[in-house]
Nanobody
Framework: QVQLVESGGGLVQAGGSLRLSCAAS????????VAWFRQAPGKEREFVAA???????SYADSVKGRFTISRDNTKNTVYLQMNSLKPEDTAVYFC???????????????WGQGTQVTVSS
């Protein structure tokens, strides 16, 4: 069973950058589609970005051109580089893994505990 651990969150000013990491243990992450989701207070969890084994990437419209998802199979880790951050990007960010291809959180079987990203204006 795959265990996922996120890191890299923190407090940053608007316009700044952060890189989130999603490290896996207990399984080979390269065979999974790995996605980032985020959840702000009082809001539903929403899709941010995903990368599959090809690798092919997919992004939410709200982050296109600012966020980049990538994977390093040698480190069993997926990254989310976040640039030009905005206050509306403030949320808890979760990584998740699935053997399928989906942007729906319901299709992801394995989840990390989340990491807080706060963007100040």
């Amino acid at each position: 069973q795959v265990q996922l651990v996120e890191s890299g969150g923190g407090l940053v000013q608007a316009g700044g950058s952060l890189r989130l990491s999603c490290a896996a243990s207990g399984g080979t992450l390269s065979i999974y589609t790995v996605a980032w989701f985020r959840q702000a207070p009082g809001k539903e969890r929403e899709f941010v970005a995903a990368i599959n084994w090809i690798p092919r990437t997919s992004y939410a419209d709200s982050v296109k051109g600012r966020f980049t998802i990538s994977r390093d199979n040698t480190k069993n880790t997926v990254y989310l580089q976040m640039n030009s951050l905005k206050p509306e990007d403030t949320a808890v960010y979760f990584c998740a893994a699935s053997l399928g291809l989906s942007i729906s959180s319901r299709d992801y079987n394995y989840w990390g505990q989340g990491t807080q990203v706060t963007v100040s204006s």
